[in-house]
């Protein structure tokens, strides 16, 4: 069964809100990376560093799967201000 056009609009919503949310969490992670030099022993920096790589990880794959769904769900921008000139 196909889903329908409001299907799909909801569906590339949560996905742009998934887009958005992974953005943040890959900022994070990477303002936790940049830390590790700060860090005062070996523990902290590779506590900062282990914490850092996941949390990128994680926002870059969240990033990714959202883009993906969004691109397979193949929805035509029917929004005319969209259109002008």
């Known amino acids: 069964m196909e889903p329908t056009d409001i299907e799909k609009q909801k569906r590339q919503k949560a996905m742009q809100i ?3 949310l992974g953005l943040f969490i890959l900022f994070f992670g990477i303002v936790v990376i940049i830390a590790v030099p700060f860090s005062d022993n ?7 560093l282990v914490a850092g790589v996941i949390l990128s990880g994680i926002g870059g ?7 993906r ?13 969209d259109h002008e000139s």
């Open 69 to 81: 769904v969004i691109k397979s769900l193949n929805i035509k921008n029917t929004d005319p201000k």
């Open 18 to 20: 998934n887009n958005a």
């Open 42 to 48: 070996y523990y902290d920096k590779m506590t900062n």
């Open 61 to 67: 794959g969240t990033i990714w799967y959202a883009k």
